[in-house]
């Protein structure tokens, strides 16, 4: 069994390649090609805490996949020096059931998840995008920063958090870094943030928009992965009520997007309202954007799909590179 830390994922698994990989997830659901429950929630009050449990089978024509994910938050972590988001991906020979890789799984996660909200951005956004805002200042904040500015060539970025603090010393982190602009300013207000904005990523666990619709400048697209729960709200029933909407799969995105729950149980709109899956537009079954004007919706809840094939892609990875450490077992 192969074990690979943190360190060892980030080294085996690039934003371009965890790009192409969702575009292959999300392919495989919209096809049926993927076998992926709705995960487990598992509440750990004690500890105000949450564990989910994510399993998916993948076996699409040029490759399977079979892997679970176990992430765990824990909202005392930060005060006990610890990260809030506590992951690990269990991997398994498809053909066999052994286990064959055990991955740290946060890291994975946020590549992942960046790479979603990039595989978006790269099928739905203006080709001629160059000015992004980021809102959110946590490792989540960090890919989806990498990752629109891998499918965009970006030249501003503006980052905006309530925690201004934090939002400064992210900037200084990643401007200049990759493919990432020199020019990373923090956002004074999220007016200021998505004005000008082409591009919009949402990372956060807010429980009502982070923005207003009004601010929206016409087509741009936006990439929502925080909300996470029905609870949860990064954007506005106005802005999904007018925008484009697309999900990674249909029957998550109803269970657990409040952003997509919340007006429907309004009535604002119903289910009819999501014009499609990201894998559809993959797969070339229905357009994405159509004009310049639109505005375009993603909306990633997250699925386990994405896991085991980030996974498999780290693990081929790390072989050639001859990273990681083999155990006995």
Do not use: W
């Not at 750990?44 to 490759?63: G, Q, R």
């Not at 020096?81 to 991997?91: D, K, P, R």
């Not at 978006?120 to 500015?149: N, P, Y």
């Amino acid at each position: 069994m192969l074990l690979l830390n943190a360190d060892d994922v980030r080294r085996s698994l690039s934003m371009k390649e965890a790009i192409e990989a969702m575009k292959r997830a999300y392919t495989a659901i919209s096809d049926g090609k993927a076998v992926v429950p709705l995960r487990i929630r598992l509440s750990i009050p004690n500890s105000d805490a949450l564990s989910l449990f994510m399993p998916a089978y993948v076996h699409s024509e040029d490759s399977q996949a079979l892997a679970i994910k176990v992430v765990s938050l824990f909202a005392t972590n930060p005060a006990r020096g610890l990260e809030y988001i506590q992951a690990a991906v269990l991997v398994f020979n498809p053909e066999t059931g052994q286990v064959i890789a055990l991955l740290e799984g946060s890291s994975l996660t946020a590549i992942r998840t960046g790479a979603a909200g990039g595989a978006a951005v790269d099928l739905l956004a203006r080709k001629d995008s160059k000015i992004l805002a980021i809102f959110g200042a946590g490792a989540q904040a960090r890919t989806q920063l990498e990752a629109a500015c891998t499918a965009r060539n970006v030249e501003t970025v503006f980052l905006f958090s309530l925690n201004t603090e934090r939002a400064q010393v992210l900037v200084e982190e990643m401007k200049g870094k990759g493919p990432i602009p020199k020019d990373v300013r923090v956002a004074r207000s999220p007016k200021e943030a998505i004005e000008y904005a082409d591009v919009i990523c949402t990372a956060t666990t807010s429980s009502k928009p982070v923005f207003e619709d009004k601010d929206l400048k016409a087509g741009v697209h936006i990439s929502a992965v925080g909300s996470y729960t029905p609870e949860m709200q990064e954007v506005s029933a106005e802005t999904l009520q007018r925008a484009k909407v697309f999900v990674d799969s249909r029957s998550a995105a109803l269970e657990e997007a409040g952003d997509l729950i919340q007006p429907i149980r309004t009535g604002l709109f119903d289910e009819s309202h999501i014009y499609g899956e990201l894998g559809e537009v993959v797969l070339g079954r229905i357009p994405g954007r159509q004009s310049q004007e639109e505005i375009t919706y993603f909306k990633s809840v997250g699925i386990a799909v994405q896991d085991a094939m980030a996974a498999q892609v780290a693990l081929n990875n790390a072989r050639k590179m001859n990273i990681g450490t083999e155990i006995d077992f």
